[in-house]
């Protein structure tokens, strides 16, 4: 066994690949929570956002027409989540589980004579000068666009957060949704309006799936991507960075023990298999078990549908 | 316009059930993955069609694709006993005991399982000799890998995995001793992302050729897009990489069914029989080779073959010692039957442990 056979730059590299489609779903969870509605269709969202990207793509071949319509194909679930959760003030947990089955059925559907057919390939995008830099070249600025928008979106949500009246506005709907509608705010608009940007984050990220990180088409391809999305949520305690490290711990693990395998380390392959999820959430925990503990809650209106007026 | 004609499909299948009660027999399958996955049940669905152009109008066949290895297969299989299904075809290991589960509880319906070991009165198996089909891409590997280092993606560890290993091993490191195998078990024998991840992950590695045994075309796309070489798994994959892809194994099941069933139809039929037919038997089909192998190794890829399919070589043939040094060939002896299907070691060379 050779440890110097695991090259760190390709390995960070290609981490970053892999937990993209997660990070860009959680994010939009990580806007759609801090306005205070639990949706637990993020799965759903991804795996139809995989198949009208996929479908797109190959019908027009142009893979940028497929991400618009990956993203359109999140927001017409989430469509359906607002509708029902906002307007009609179903239970968000029983409607987000819903959805989540409904998308990958509808998505098996619609995929059906879509299976074994390759995309149009997206191409990177190198940074000009950047990405000749040895060892961070190659990690960071020899990506396709989606990567570099998936970071630039991380960094936009936190300063939305952190800096903007609109932050504000949504954490106000979230904290206490009746404070936020006797301040004049129009909680239920907004609220619809965050599920469908979370919709399109989601579909963003299935699409990025089927279209750059397989790919290709596949039934039930998330693999459960959704639901790591939602616990990483949880676990960054609602923090866009926090979210990204996360992210990419989720990510570096999983190829790791890919490499520790390929490399022959006399470790249990099994014990391998579950290490992601066991790192990420120790190290999550550990993150935030030094912060200050208001700072961590779950923004206090999460889950409880709004009956003001 | 592909939803429209999908429901069509069904619907058009569904009128069709309806109006089938004059085929003297019908036939089911249940298959692991979707047909279309290029791969392993694409094959098996080739078979199935192989068994419709054979009868005609005589045999009907349905099939159930993304049928789970756990008791949903028991709940699949006696659903199409109980909808009037003659004789199932299993096609996955899994299947085993959910097979002799309901082979149980209909003795007059005829079962036959794929890959497995376990059989009954009404109940026989039957598995190819892809390890023949090893031999042959491990040579081809062996010749054209430059870093010396062949990536090697696994399912299950199970023995006719572990037994593809071993064959392709031999036959690479006969051909150029400082050939060195990477192996990474995805306990999964379909997931896209995984074998793409693996596959990437072999690649970063060093290694320039790819073997796979899971289903999917994903590994392929992925080594043409690296600019390194694969072999099709179970069928031809060389429309996902048209530069990667040097051969492939094919699984022509085709004429065991068309058999099977023509012995079924006449009461010939047997239970508890195994059935494990190689190249020989054309149930292992090396796919067309690729311009990019040299003529010289294609004329020796093209004499193990035939050698196999004639009996003249074996896969394993001694001297062979296991991967703690103990001998387990001795020369010019070649494997037993029973050490084949039960084979649960790594031969001398190959590092790394097999999972349990």
Known sequence: MNMGDINLSLLFASLIVAATPVLLAALGELIVEKTGVLNLGVEGMMIFGAITGFIATIETGSPWLGFLFSILGGISLAFIFAIVTQVFRANQVASGLALTLFGLGLSSLLGYSYTGIKPAAFPDMHVPYLSELPFLGIILFQHDPIIYFSIFAVFSVYLLFRNSRLGLILKAVGENHDSAHALGYNVILIRFLTILVGGAFAGLGGGYLSLVRVPQWTEGMTAGAGWIALALVVFASWQPFRLLVGAYIFGGVTLLQLN?????????????????????????????????????????SLGKTFFGL | MKL??????????????????????????????????????????????????????????????????SADAERVMTQMVLSGADMIFATSFGYMDPVLNVAKKFPNVKFEHATGYKTADNVSTYSARFYEG???????????????????????????????????????KATNPNVEFKIIWIFTWYDPAKEADAAKTLIQQGADVIMQHVDSSAIMTVAEEAGVYAFGQASDMSAFGPNAHLTAIINGWGPYYVKRVQQAMDGTWKGGEQTFD????????????????????????????????????????????????????????????????????????????IPQ
């Open chain 1, 260 to 300: 520790l395998q390929a490399l022959g380390v006399e470790i249990n392959v099994a014990l391998l298999s579950m290490s992601p999820y066991l790192v990420t959430i120790a190290v999550l925990v550990f993150m935030s078990a030094r912060r200050a503990k208001g700072s961590l809650e779950a923004p206090r």
């Open chain 2, 4 to 69: 429209f004609k999908v429901f069509v499909l069904t619907l058009s299948s569904i009128i069709m059930s309806c109006f089938a009660h004059a085929d003297d027999m019908k036939v089911g399958f249940i298959y692991i993955g979707p047909p279309g996955d290029h791969g392993w049940n694409y094959q098996h669905d080739v078979g199935r069609k192989a068994v419709d152009e054979a009868f005609g109008e005589k045999v009907e066949t349905v099939y159930q694709e993304n049928v789970p290895e």
């Open chain 2, 134 to 172: 090893r031999s042959v891409i491990g040579h081809i590997a062996g010749n054209m890998t430059k870093s010396n280092t062949i990536g090697y993606v696994a399912s299950f560890p199970i023995p006719e995995v572990v037994r593809g290993i071993n064959s392709a091993y031999l036959a690479a």
């Open chain 2, 278 to 353: 190689g190249i020989g038997d054309g149930m292992v089909v090396i796919g067309n080779m690729s311009d990019k192998i040299p003529d010289s190794v294609k004329k020796e890829a093209q004499a193990i073959a035939d050698g196999i399919a004639s009996g003249k070589l074996h896969s394993f043939t001694g001297p062979v010692n296991k991967q703690d040094g103990s001998p387990w060939l001795a020369a010019g002896e070649t494997a037993d039957i029973g050490t084949l299907l039960g084979m649960n070691f790594y031969v001398e060379g190959i590092e790394g442990d």
